[in-house]
């Protein structure tokens, strides 16, 4: 599904990313850790076209996609949700979904009747998604009066309207209590299962890493240190040298 090769990234005179690559097959769940600075949100915006890489290719169904805009890339299929939530704050939950599945019928050609209200199947479509989302009980409230794990589950309801085939995930849970997080690992392996989605995601949380991936690569300071399954992650050597005293990370 996705084959980046040598990826390198420098702001400046500061290389960020010194030569990652990775492979992700369809319906895998592929997740990026490693301590602040190491460069996964860098990575992420490489894949998705936010920034350009200095060098190096990526292969999404063996289409060379490096020199494709954002916009192209989401139109091949790619979504992503980001650090902190990007919701319209101004309007409401159901409004918000309405929003997001009009822009995927335009996305597909569908004639838009811009200002006009919005059709019953794509009202229905967005009341599907928000109970998906456990936000059915809160539709018209303003998505700015949202809890931060409300606002989370916006912006995951907001990405999947679009149905992308590949889910890019920044810190999905970052800043949930406990219970939000649960409630978010749930939801996430119900989506999953039902889009048949790849993931990628990247998260400092080590329950929700090890509770959603099938692989997962650690990167320190712009290199890759270790890629493999949980068990082989969790007994690397180096990987355990890098998390070791780190009391805010919880590996
Ligand atoms: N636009 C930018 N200009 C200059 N330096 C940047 C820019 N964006 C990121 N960096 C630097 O690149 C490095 C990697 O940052 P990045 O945000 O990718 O890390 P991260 O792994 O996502 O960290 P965190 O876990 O804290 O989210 C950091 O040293 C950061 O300061
Ligand atoms: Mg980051």
Same mark, same amino acid.
């Given at each position: 599904?996705?084959?980046?090769?040598?990826?390198?990234?420098?702001?400046?005179? !500061?290389?960020? =990313?010194?030569?990652?690559?990775?492979?992700? %097959?369809?319906?895998?769940?592929?997740?990026?850790?490693?301590?602040?600075? %190491?460069?996964?949100?860098?990575?992420?915006? #490489?894949?998705?076209?936010?920034?350009?890489?200095?060098?190096?290719?990526?292969?999404?169904?063996?289409? @060379?996609?490096?020199?494709?805009?954002?916009?192209?890339?989401?139109?091949?299929?790619?979504?992503?949700?980001?650090?902190?939530?990007?919701?319209? /704050?101004?309007?409401?939950?159901?409004?918000?979904?309405?929003?997001?599945?009009?822009?995927?019928?335009?996305?597909?050609?569908?004639?838009?009747?811009?200002?006009?209200?919005?059709?019953? @199947?794509?009202?229905?479509?967005?009341?599907?998604?928000?109970?998906?989302? &456990?936000?059915? &009980?809160?539709?018209?409230?303003?998505?700015?009066?949202?809890?931060?794990?409300?606002?989370?589950?916006?912006?995951?309801?907001?990405?999947?309207?679009?149905?992308?085939?590949?889910?890019?995930? &920044?810190? /999905?849970?970052?800043?949930?209590?406990?219970?939000?997080?649960?409630?978010? !690992?749930?939801?996430?392996?119900?989506?999953?299962?039902?889009?048949? =989605?790849?993931?990628?995601?990247?998260?400092?949380?080590?329950? #929700? #890493?090890?509770?959603?991936?099938?692989?997962?690569?650690?990167?320190?300071?712009? @290199?890759?240190?270790?890629?493999?399954?949980?068990?082989?992650?969790?007994?690397?050597?180096?990987?355990?040298?890098?998390?070791?005293?780190?009391?805010?990370?919880?590996?």
């Amino acid at each position: 599904m996705i084959e980046c090769r040598n990826i390198h990234k420098s702001y400046g005179a !500061i290389a960020v =990313l010194k030569g990652i690559s990775i492979s992700v %097959a369809q319906g895998e769940t592929f997740a990026l850790i490693g301590p602040n600075g %190491a460069g996964k949100t860098t990575f992420f915006k #490489v894949l998705t076209g936010e920034t350009p890489a200095n060098s190096g290719s990526i292969l999404f169904k063996g289409e @060379e996609i490096s020199r494709l805009n954002a916009s192209a890339r989401v139109h091949r299929g790619f979504g992503r949700t980001f650090q902190v939530a990007r919701i319209l /704050p101004g309007n409401t939950v159901l409004e918000n979904l309405v929003i997001a599945v009009e822009a995927r019928l335009r996305n597909q050609g569908h004639r838009s009747g811009f200002g006009l209200a919005p059709g019953r @199947e794509i009202v229905e479509e967005a009341a599907s998604m928000a109970r998906r989302t &456990d936000l059915d &009980d809160k539709l018209h409230q303003l998505a700015s009066f949202l809890s931060h794990g409300d606002r989370k589950r916006l912006e995951l309801g907001i990405t999947l309207s679009l149905r992308p085939s590949v889910l890019m995930m &920044d810190e /999905p849970t970052a800043g949930m209590s406990p219970s939000d997080r649960r409630q978010t !690992i749930d939801i996430i392996l119900k989506l999953r299962a039902e889009e048949k =989605l790849t993931i990628l995601l990247t998260e400092h949380d080590m329950d #929700v #890493v090890f509770g959603l991936s099938d692989r997962i690569m650690v990167m320190n300071q712009g @290199e890759p240190v270790a890629v493999g399954t949980i068990g082989e992650i969790r007994t690397n050597a180096a990987v355990r040298e890098i998390y070791l005293g780190q009391d805010d990370h919880d590996a």
